[in-house]
């Protein structure tokens, strides 16, 4: 074994085994507000690791042709996961709705329909690099979109994940383009994998507001620690909803510190710290929920949608279908709809 290869192996090695470290200790967080974040980052490090297993393994070892798909299972996954991070970062999405889902189809189904061949089809590399081309694409477009919108840590870090992602796929256009070999495919894209899952795993291990949202400058100095924050954030949080305060449109952070006994500042910091949102996001993610329940119970069958938003706590119908839209990718109809759908079925 030339040195080259030796370490090409070693950093693959080093990466793979940091990547799986990393992900198995992001399944285990339970943060409530990153969990999703944490579940879909996970995901990623694996499917950009178990693409590096497939030619590291293939060195010493002839592999049976279903553990080779593996590699290629994982590159069609990478990028609509990479998608869906994105999303549930800039986004502040905390739950994955059908459609989301779909991003996930076309290697599901390229599994299930090869998985009895046992031939080796190199058409399907130019399909796989369209569909990441393709994906790579709304992956800039959403990290565009939201410039400026998102605190500068959370920004950077998007930025950083895509720009990787970008030089693996960068790697596969040269490649396809310059040879278009399968092995000078394989062999640059490995090298470049193989580099980018051990930068990501040690910036991942790094990067303290992944595992959860960092202490906010301005709350240094306060006087609440971590854990008599996540105590009284539990209390706040069992009183709002037992007591449906969220349903008063004029709630405010103001008068709800006072009926917690808190100052307005404490509260913010609580709900910043253990919900990683603000006040009005936080309350307004409770009103949704209690609009969604109202919306597919059949005591509420014959109410229209605007009584639902009122009841619940919003001003305007307009705010409550906005909210209710970003939250749950829904319109308040189109989710009615759809329940109405699957109780008929």
Not at 284 to 295: M, P, T
């Amino acid at each position: 074994m030339d040195f080259s290869i030796f370490l090409l192996s070693s950093i693959s090695a080093f990466g793979i085994f940091l990547s799986f470290g990393l992900a198995f200790i992001l399944f285990r967080h339970q943060n409530q507000s990153s969990r999703l974040a944490n579940a879909l980052l996970a995901f990623l490090l694996m499917s950009v690791s178990l693409r590096v297993v497939k030619p590291l393994l293939l060195l010493y070892a002839q592999l049976p042709f279903w553990l080779e798909k593996l590699g290629l299972v994982s590159m069609m996954f990478t990028v609509p996961l990479l998608f869906l991070y994105l999303r549930c970062i800039l986004e502040k999405k905390q739950k994955l709705v059908y459609s989301d889902t779909l991003h996930l189809l076309s290697p599901l189904v390229y599994l299930l329909i090869t998985l009895p061949d046992d031939q080796f089809k190199p058409e399907i590399y130019p399909f796989i690099l369209t569909q990441n081309l393709l994906y790579f694409g709304a992956c800039i477009c959403l990290v565009v979109s939201h410039w400026r919108a998102q605190p500068k840590e959370v920004y950077n870090w998007a930025l950083i994940i895509t720009a990787s992602m970008g030089i693996i796929i960068g790697s596969y256009v040269f490649a396809f383009v310059y040879d278009g070999s399968i092995f000078f495919m394989c062999r640059t894209s490995t090298f470049s994998y193989s580099l980018i899952v051990t930068v990501l795993s040690v910036l991942v291990a790094f990067r303290k507001f992944v595992f959860a949202h960092p202490r906010v400058e301005k709350y240094r100095k306060s006087k609440l620690s971590n854990a008599q924050s996540n105590t009284m954030f539990e209390k706040i949080r069992t009183y709002v909803i037992h007591e449906k305060v969220y349903q008063d449109p004029d709630l405010s952070i103001q008068s709800l510190a006072k009926q917690m006994q808190l100052t307005a500042r404490e509260l913010s910091q609580i709900i910043n710290e253990q919900s990683g949102t603000n006040f009005s996001d936080w309350v307004n993610c409770l009103r949704i929920e209690d609009a969604k329940k109202r919306i597919i119970s059949e005591e509420y069958q014959n109410q229209k949608i605007a009584a639902i938003a009122f009841d619940s706590g919003f001003n305007t119908l307009s705010s409550f279908n906005a909210v209710f839209k970003t939250k749950t990718g829904y319109s308040p109809t189109e989710y009615k709809n759809m329940h109405l759908l699957k109780n008929l079925n």
